[in-house]
């Protein structure tokens, strides 16, 4: 994977006007740009341009016309000697259209990652404006920040360096050939009265031996020792508060303060095992492409481990199925938001997040009960990005009686299996509302691999219902089916949609006249 350099265009490569580009004519290079991105691309890094140009979703210019402003600019740097690896361009208005592309939203510059195969943590993103700087950090790069002398002339808190002009950026690029820094990492741990565990749950964060770590622990009203376990950690811990808001609430708490460009929780009863971290750290810079890294968990209580692999039963052809060799021998990669919609395969203790995917999705949804608000998470997260499984068990889920996800549920020492499928079936009640929600609103710019497979769950759903006699819920299925497929599947469901309507006597009579088709 290689290392590249993100431009801004108006301001960067071209002079700035007071309002738009909108032909070639206006269209004036700054001096020493050409050749600022020839010595770039000689120097090997590839150069991505991302430019926000809302004259476009405006009205104030064609797309196509935009298009061929860029096509004469590339001609032009291609002249020189220089190259461009790709131009990725946000055409909306945000009062008309709001979208997760445009800057400072990293939408661009994930998108370019994805497709060019690139390293964001060394990359580096070169701007002229604060959304520019804002857009970089979110997804991971280091940051210069041209100062042209315009009234923004406040240097951006999140920039890495400042210079003049893109000539003096392409010097500082080339002369530290861009060392990827240490990714900082948030870990957000909420707890309420888990005194007794919260200690071994800081030890095992700890113990991970990171470098560059930031924990953030929320006190969602504890009432036990709580605050006397804190007081050990002085120092080495933020620790903030939130008003009985229940586990979703603390941990959004814990996001507004959260500076990580990855974010990774823990609950405060359960346990990391040591090289958790940085074997998802290596998988998240192998793979920029992916939102989400998750690993395997143990179950245990009181008596031992339980479950010595927590992915449940739905889950087993997920490897096979979804997920394809990554990385390394044991990093596995891809979209799995259909195995999501069956059942949830990730839990909470296994999951690091980028910060730029949720600030695109939203945090935690905290009208959904303890034990849901997790599940819809991933949901929107995998509807969007790959995801990669470190195929390892990194991580102990405690089982225990008051915990969050328990509400309720008792059973003594010797019973974890028995308590953990009662408490499976519980949620999976929730996790039914929360399906029947997703299938709702789907977004229209699903990927390609998220859309067949969310497809082939439609068919089978509605076929399932089809086999139970509900003709009437089947169509609904078929129907959702043939909005978002396309070729086969569509043709499929809207061939089974029409036959929920015909006469059991007629389907039965077309079925024989097929059967005796096929034998002759």
């Known amino acids: 994977m290689r290392a590249a350099a993100f431009l801004d265009r108006d301001g960067v490569i071209n002079v700035r006007r007071p309002d738009h580009v909108t032909s070639w004519e206006q269209f004036e290079f700054i001096p020493g740009a050409t050749e600022a991105i020839v010595r770039l691309a000689a120097g090997g890094f590839p150069v991505v341009i991302v430019t926000n140009q809302r004259a476009v979703g405006r009205g104030q210019m064609q797309r196509s016309t935009l298009d061929g402003i860029h096509a004469r600019m590339e001609a032009a740097i291609n002249a020189a000697g220089g190259s461009l690896a790709g131009i990725y361009v946000c055409p909306h208005d945000p009062d008309l259209e709001p979208c997760a592309c445009r800057k400072p939203q990293p939408g661009l510059l994930l998108t370019a990652a994805r497709e060019l195969n690139l390293d964001l943590g060394r990359s580096v993103m070169i701007g002229d404006s ?33 210079v003049r002009s893109l000539a003096e950026a392409a010097d500082l690029v080339l002369a530290r050939r861009i060392a990827p820094p240490d990714i900082l990492v948030s870990v957000i741990i909420p707890t309420f009265d888990c005194g007794p565990f919260l200690g071994e749950a800081l030890d095992s964060v700890f113990a991970q031996g990171y470098p560059s770590l930031e924990v953030i622990v929320v006190d969602d ?88 692999c927590m992915l449940p039963e739905e889950a087993t052809g997920i490897r096979g199925r979804c997920l394809v060799r990554g990385s390394g021998e044991d990093v596995l990669l891809g979209y799995i938001y259909s195995d999501l919609l069956v059942g949830e395969v990730i839990q909470m203790d296994a999951v690091v997040v980028r910060r730029a995917c949720l600030s695109v999705v939203g945090a935690f949804d905290e009208a959904l009960p303890a034990g849901a608000e997790d599940y819809d998470l991933w949901l929107r997260i995998a509807q969007r990005w790959p995801v990669v499984l470190v195929d390892r068990v990194l991580g102990r889920y405690r089982l225990r009686a008051g915990s969050a996800s328990a509400s309720g549920v008792t059973g003594g020492p010797g019973d974890g299996r028995a308590e953990w499928r009662r408490r499976c079936r519980r949620l999976r009640d929730y996790h039914g509302e929360v399906r029947r929600r997703h299938l709702e609103r789907i977004p229209k710019d699903l990927p390609v691999e998220a859309r067949r497979q969310l497809v082939d769950y439609l068919l089978n759903k509605g076929w399932q219902e089809v086999q139970g006699g509900r003709r009437t819920v089947a169509r609904a299925w078929f129907r959702k089916c043939v909005r978002y497929g396309t070729g086969g599947p569509a043709a499929r469901a809207a061939a089974y949609w029409v036959d929920s309507y015909l006469p059991v006597a007629v389907r039965r009579t077309l079925r024989e006249l097929r059967r005796s088709l096929d034998a002759a």
């Open 130 to 162: 604060h959304s520019d700087i804002v857009a970089g950090k979110a997804a991971g790069c280091q940051t210069v920040w041209i100062r042209d002398g315009r009234a923004e002339a406040r240097i951006p808190a999140e920039a890495g360096a400042t």
């Open 221 to 308: 009203g504890s009432t036990d020792e709580t605050e006397a376990v804190l007081a050990q950690y002085a120092g080495r811990i933020q620790v903030l508060g939130s008003d009985r808001r229940g586990p979703g609430g603390a941990r959004n708490v814990g996001l507004r303060a959260a500076r990580g460009e990855l974010i990774a929780f823990l609950d405060a009863d359960d346990l990391w095992l040591p090289g958790k971290l940085e074997a998802q750290i290596r998988a998240m810079r192998a793979h920029p492409e992916a939102g989400l890294c998750f690993t395997e968990m143990a179950l245990f209580d009181e008596s031992g481990v339980v479950l010595p």
